[in-house]
T-cell receptor, first 112, second 118 residues
Framework: QKEVEQNSGPLSVPEGAIASLNCTYSDRGSQSFFWYRQYSGKSPELIMFIYSNGDKEDGRFTAQLNKASQYVSLLIRDSQPSDSATYLCAVNIQGGSEKLVFGKGTKLTVNP | GAVVSQHPSRVICKSGTSVKIECRSLDFQATTMFWYRQFPKQSLMLMATSNEGSKATYEQGVEKDKFLINHASLTLSTLTVTSAHPEDSSFYIC??????????????FGPGTRLTVT
């Protein structure tokens, strides 16, 4: 069973702080990693993807990937109350399948 | 780009009736679409993978005769919940794979359909 694990939280940070979200995965052959944001009652929205080891920055978001440790993280700098949502980590399954396996998500609350 | 729509956004039906949900890719062609179900405070559960022009691939435990999927064109997939029961009440979300994207695995989600069976 291919698994993606996330701390369910809730993670609470003050406005302006850095929020750090973590994810581990079990399939060592996975190549593509995604972070989705889901507001309550809404569908997921793709915010970042990363394929290579290291960091990838996009605005206030930085994704970090360590394939040796099977670990991927998302950092949100200068957190805003509007960042309050559930963040889903998703990983592709090795073997040519187009499916993504999703973690259960981490609920982030940014306090004004 | 990469916009996916779903219709209806919300539907209430009586037990025993069937409900059809449409998923459309508006600005790209999607050879593959995915159907998910999400219960309150739980993560996404993949129900099936829909491929244009061929039969859908269902995940283990999902009844293919109850959840009928048709992917008749490169921009439209439909999910029909047949003989719906209250336990089928859930948030149904489709996603589409944009083959022109950087990664062949990128999925873009529709806004979801909230089904309530009374």
């Amino acid at each position: 069973q291919k698994e993606v694990e996330q701390n369910s939280g809730p993670l609470s940070v003050p406005e302006g702080a850095i929020a750090s979200l973590n994810c581990t995965y079990s399939d060592r052959g996975s190549q593509s990693f995604f972070w989705y944001r889901q507001y309550s009652g809404k569908s997921p929205e793709l915010i970042m993807f990363i394929y290579s080891n290291g960091d990838k920055e996009d605005g206030r978001f930085t994704a970090q990937l360590n394939k040796a440790s099977q670990y991927v993280s998302l950092l949100i700098r200068d957190s805003q109350p509007s960042d309050s949502a559930t963040y889903l980590c998703a990983v592709n399954i090795q073997g040519g399948s187009e499916k993504l396996v999703f973690g259960k998500g981490t609920k982030l609350t940014v306090n004004p | 780009g990469a916009v996916v729509s779903q219709h209806p956004s919300r539907v209430i039906c009586k037990s025993g009736t069937s409900v059809k949900i449409e998923c459309r890719s508006l600005d790209f062609q999607a050879t593959t679409m995915f159907w998910y179900r999400q219960f309150p405070k739980q993560s996404l559960m993949l129900m099936a993978t829909s491929n244009e022009g061929s039969k859908a691939t269902y995940e283990q435990g999902v009844e293919k005769d109850k959840f009928l999927i048709n992917h008749a064109s490169l921009t439209l997939s439909t999910l029909t919940v047949t003989s719906a029961h209250p336990e089928d009440s859930s948030f149904y979300i489709c996603s589409a794979r944009d083959v022109t994207g950087y990664s062949s695995y990128e999925q873009y989600f529709g806004p979801g359909t909230r089904l309530t069976v009374t």
